[in-house]
């Protein structure tokens, strides 16, 4: 949601052709209310969102999907009330859970595409210090029981995706997993057809993954 103010702001901007590239602050509501701190604060949190064409280059890489021009001027924004992008982020843990499990998704697929070996220790020591940056660092105690629960979820964030890394180098992607599955669950009911029956069935149904 963009406020009545920062679009104002926003406007004047583009018409002074003061930059070409402009970093919005965000200001989060998670767990049903705004965030101030854990370092998800709008002041931490300056999104490129407001930008003239061909002034931002955009990838697919997940959490890194933009990246200024070499020739753009970036402007960013100072957190005022009335002067953020106002993101309604999650309802619940739930919520959370959700968003969690389909982002580290993406990005295993996208680590494991680039070369990247899993490492216990590694993933370990990564959402050790991700706690100390969200919560001792960036002080999100002071959001009280959410403030635990947005550090833990960014623990939560990074394990999974070392786990699913690490079940991709095991497994191999996840249509891999369910053909292995089906041609098994085959195997068996030829075993117990030829167990019953003396002789193999000439025809298995096909299995749905």
């Known amino acids: 949601m963009i406020p009545r103010s920062l679009s104002h702001t926003l406007m004047e901007i583009a018409r002074e052709n003061r930059a070409d590239v402009v970093g919005v602050p965000m200001l989060n509501y998670m767990l049903s209310a705004p965030m101030m701190h854990a370092k998800v604060d709008p002041w931490t949190n300056r999104h490129l ?25 970036v402007l ?27 982002y580290t998704t993406i990005e295993a697929e996208q680590s ?36 635990v629960y947005v550090s833990l979820a960014n623990v939560l964030y990074v394990l999974s995706t070392y786990t699913k890394l690490f079940e991709i180098h095991a497994n191999g992607p996840r249509q891999a ?33």
Do not use: C
């Not at 003239?52 to 999907?65: E, F, Q, R, S, V």
């Not at 680039?114 to 002071?142: D, E, I, N, T, W």
């Not at 009911?189 to 149904?205: K, L, N």
């Open 76 to 102: 960013y924004l100072p957190y005022e009330p009335g002067q953020s992008i106002v993101h309604f982020a999650n309802i619940d843990f739930f919520d959370i859970l959700d968003k969690i499990n389909r």
């Open 49 to 73: 969102r407001y930008f003239k064409p061909g002034a931002l280059n955009l990838t697919g890489t997940i959490h890194d999907y933009t990246h200024p021009a070499a020739t753009s001027r």
């Open 177 to 209: 997993v369910r053909s292995f599955y089906r041609s098994e669950a085959e195997k068996l009911i030829m075993e117990y057809d030829v167990m019953v029956h003396g002789s193999p069935d000439t025809h298995v149904g096909s299995l749905k993954a």
């Open 112 to 147: 494991a595409s680039r070369g990247k070996k899993p490492s216990a220790l590694r993933a370990v020591a990564q959402a050790s210090r991700r706690f100390y940056y969200h919560y001792v660092k960036g002080k999100g105690y002071l959001d009280g029981w959410r403030g």
